[in-house]
């Protein structure tokens, strides 16, 4: 899955994987971000794997794209 960060004005970083909608993150340092949106991303696989919903096919578990 790829990972796309980026700093906001207010200093904060956003983090979030374009091939799951919605799941997305923020820290206080990019190391956090990351952390926070891998931790959700994989939640909501789980879930969707748990209710039989579709997945998108991924190659690799995680890359990040600066």
Same mark, same amino acid.
């Given at each position: 899955?790829?990972?796309e960060? $980026?700093?906001e004005e207010d200093g904060r970083w956003i983090a979030e994987v374009p091939d799951l909608p *919605?799941?997305?993150a923020y820290g206080?340092?990019?190391k956090e971000a990351i952390s926070k949106v891998k931790a959700l991303a994989?939640?909501?696989l789980a879930?969707?794997?748990e209710h039989g919903e579709e997945?998108? $096919?991924f190659h690799g578990?995680? *890359?990040v794209s600066a």
């Open positions: 899955m790829n990972i960060i $980026e700093r *919605g799941v997305m206080q340092s990019k994989l939640r909501v879930d969707r794997l997945t998108p $096919e578990v995680f *890359g």
